[in-house]
């Protein structure tokens, strides 16, 4: 039977499982239920418990219970299991509507920040399951409804990382349209966004998270991948747009959970999340991991862990302080993938290693340190957010490199690399909310200081402490030749250190009930300093740079939005990562982007939005030669993204849940670079992506869960020469609920069990995609 068959057989069977399943809930529906209990708490801006506020729960228009918060700001409502609506007012702040669904047996605890009356946002809701994101602050620095953003924006909840037992960053943008996780040389999380290539546009709760390195899941309440030019925000880089990670919080509902994983190729892992209020004014939350497996790669196996205690201190009604530390630590085996051959990823097996795997590896130590104090005076809104990170972060890898004519020999090389960085960021904000006749205003102000330090060290391989390359027999690649790492030449030996100075300024006005406009401009004062430890060289490079912000909504309906939006951002000429300034380089002008994006957000229902968006991104001021002096770089260089992408997320029915979407990219060299002619396609940017999953209930007991993929062929590299070709893959999940506090999960990857290569780095170092595997996990809820 072949594998069309059978998927076909299966998305057949799912989905007559959906009818049925749907119509037996139906029939359930009728039936009388027993009553559950949902418990919660009313905060303000500042976490202070509000009293006396009235909860109402209505279901299909018709209230079913009510209630008052108690002295600790708490209510219980009993409800039969389903979906509401909560209704919430207090006097002095902004009514509030605020879905919730309950679990099989019982609801989730709920915490409920409202907001003063005139604050230009809306409730969010914190450590309750089912419930999708409706609102972000880091798009704007203001807690904003995402329909009301003019910008794409896909959002990870923590509750489709859990469905899907997603292990990575790279597992997360599966299912975001417009961006692909490609290889980072099998030692970083690495993102194509936009057709463009990143390995530092990455932030936690808002704030730069830069060094290359592997991020984990475990503490993580979203991911949010917010995309287009970001500069007004964010500050440099972030071109094609950013990764932000937002941390769970220490809150006053009190939760606990453990889950042990396991599985196939040794799959190893134990996950906790304690939450508990110390008393009304003080909560402790504690987050960890330990992680231990194997991989369907011969020789390679990683272990990690980390730790992250947060505690919540309401200092008075008007002032809530919040601490944070992460130890996190990684350290694997360095994998670089296989070689191509003749265009294609080459004969060699899924599972062989390339090179000596006893002397391959990544480390990396990360040490993270915050302090965020809110203070709200009236309709001003004080925030100062500072964060520490500490990285010690290394690796040591053996390289496949050209494949002979026959397809007998492999050529192979190595390299080791260390980075040592300390960054330290302190952003102030300012919010007020403001009226000037009929306009209402939402107003922010802000600066961000920061200090970057890297020492960065790199040696080359010796085999045979002779020769930089060896070449090896194709079909037994795996060697143990005594190899001497030190500095050839070119290697690096430097100190970096980077200076940021910004302020920003933004205006999100309302016209009307139907027309919001959104307008911001930051500047930042980049500083470089170079130093090489190799020859006692000094480079220096200060770029002042301006980054505008303009976008419209449009609503001819509440539910519907029609945005259109302008943005730039600026990339430094040292890169993302500080790797170089030379005497030609520190002359060169920051790239640019500019972005051009127009779409449409639509929520269908209470609970499901649909996202649309096309677009237009130019990268320009890149390196080329000079046509008339080889030995001289001009900035004539461009290249442009062009695309359209649209998401669904959200439940579609009580029962059924949906994540996914679809995205067409057109990414080209417009104008002739240092690395291709003009017409290229840019690598590792597929024309076509699609991705769905699909999450249903079937009862109180059971729940499964279906998902596809699908990308078309790409390129490994810039010069177009190696293919990798496009695949389907299914993946899918059993959950039972054995009762309130225990639950167990099966995931399946790859269900048909097929052949495919996911990335590269380059067009030899390609990575295959896992054969089918099976995951287990027990959850403990106490």
Request: proline fraction near 4%; charge should be positive.
């Amino acid at each position: 039977m072949s594998a069309k068959t059978i998927l076909s057989f299966v998305l057949s069977l799912f989905c007559s499982w959906l009818i049925v399943a749907d119509s037996l809930s139906t029939v359930r529906a009728n039936e009388a239920a027993p009553c559950s209990q949902l418990r919660g708490r009313v905060l303000d801006p500042n976490r202070a418990v509000i009293a006396g506020a009235r909860i109402t729960a209505m279901r299909k228009g018709i209230a079913a219970s009510s209630a008052l918060t108690n002295a600790n700001g708490e209510f219980s409502l009993s409800l039969e299991p389903g979906e509401y609506t909560l209704q919430i007012s207090a006097e002095g702040f902004a009514e509030s509507l605020v879905s919730v669904r309950s679990m099989p047996t019982t609801f989730e605890p709920v915490e409920i920040l409202m907001q003063l009356v005139g604050y230009n946002a809306i409730v969010t809701v914190t450590d309750m399951a089912g419930v999708g994101t409706s609102a972000i602050s880091s798009a704007t620095k203001t807690l904003t409804p995402l329909r009301d953003l003019p910008q794409s924006i896909s959002v990870v909840s923590r509750e489709a990382i859990r469905n899907q037992s997603m292990q990575s960053i790279a597992d997360v943008v599966r299912y975001v349209p417009g961006v692909t996780a490609i290889q980072g040389e099998n030692n970083r999380d690495q993102v194509v966004i936009r057709g463009n290539s990143s390995s530092a546009d990455f932030f936690v709760d808002g704030v730069r998270d830069d060094v290359q390195y592997y991020r984990d899941l475990y503490n993580l309440d979203r991911v949010e991948a917010l995309k287009g030019p970001n500069a007004m925000i964010f500050g440099r880089g972030g071109g094609g747009g950013v990764i932000n990670r937002v941390t769970k919080q220490a809150g006053f509902a009190s939760l606990g959970e453990l889950t042990f994983q396991g599985g196939a190729f040794g799959n190893r892992r134990l996950a906790g999340d304690f939450d508990r209020p110390i008393n009304d004014r003080i909560a402790f939350r504690f987050n960890g991991v330990y992680e231990r497996s194997g991989s369907f790669r011969e020789h390679v196996d990683l272990e990690r862990g980390g730790l992250n205690p947060k505690l919540t201190i309401v200092a008075g009604k008007q002032t809530q302080v919040r601490l944070s530390y992460e130890y996190f630590r990684d350290k694997r085996t360095a994998d670089r993938g296989i070689p191509s051959y003749r265009g294609r990823p080459s004969d060699a097996r899924i599972s062989t290693f390339f090179g000596n795997p006893n002397s391959s590896f990544v480390h990396a130590r990360v040490n993270l340190a915050s302090t965020i104090v809110d203070h709200q005076i009236g309709k001003l809104n004080i925030r100062n957010h500072t964060l520490f990170g500490d990285y010690d972060r290394s690796y040591q890898n053996f390289v496949p490199g050209s494949v002979n004519a026959d397809e007998t020999r492999v050529n192979l090389s190595a390299y080791n690399n260390a980075t040592r960085r300390r960054n330290i960021f302190n952003q102030t904000d300012l919010t007020y909310a403001a009226k000037t006749g009929p306009l209402r205003h939402t107003l922010l102000a802000g600066t961000e200081f920061g200090r970057q330090l890297s020492h960065n060290f790199r040696n080359t391989g010796f085999f045979n402490n002779a020769a930089t390359t060896i070449s090896v027999e194709f079909a037994a690649p795996t060697i143990n030749t005594p190899v001497t790492f030190r500095q050839n030449v070119t290697d690096a030996d430097n100190r970096v250190q980077a200076n940021i100075v910004a302020t920003y300024a933004q205006d999100q006005i309302k016209l009307s009930r139907k027309v919001q406009l959104l307008a911001g401009i930051r500047f930042d004062h980049f500083n470089l300093k170079f130093h090489n430890n190799r020859n006692g060289e000094n480079f220096n490079r200060t770029d002042n740079l301006l980054s505008p912000r303009a976008g419209i909504v449009f609503k001819p309906v509440e539910p519907l939005s029609l945005y259109g939006s302008y943005s730039i951002s600026y990339l430094p000429s040292s890169g993302d990562q500080f790797s170089a300034l030379t005497a030609s380089t520190q002359t060169l002008e920051p790239e640019k982007f500019t972005n051009y994006e127009f779409g449409a957000k639509w929520d269908i229902g209470q609970a499901l939005s649909l996202t649309t968006a096309v677009y237009r991104l130019a990268r320009t001021n890149t390196r080329a030669n000079d046509p008339n002096d080889p030995t001289k770089i001009v900035q004539t260089g461009s290249q442009r993204t062009s695309g359209f992408e649209t998401g669904l997320n959200g439940s579609v029915t009580r029962s059924w849940n949906v994540l996914g979407g679809y995205a067409y990219q057109n990414a080209r060299i417009t104008s002739p670079t240092i690395a291709a002619p003009a017409g290229a396609r840019i690598a590792q940017v597929p024309r076509h992506t699609f991705s769905l999953w699909n999450n249903y209930r079937f009862d109180g007991k059971w729940a499964a869960g279906l998902g596809l993929i699908h990308r078309s062929d790409m390129y490994a590299a810039i010069d177009d020469r190696v293919v990798l070709p496009s695949y389907n893959r299914a993946d899918a999940a059993v959950f039972y609920t054995i009762n309130d506090n225990l639950a167990l999960q099966t995931n399946f990857e790859n269900l048909m069990n097929k052949k495919y290569f996911i990335n590269a780095d380059g067009n030899d170092n390609i990575l295959p995609g896992s054969p089918r595997a099976v995951r287990f996990a027990l959850s403990w809820k106490f």
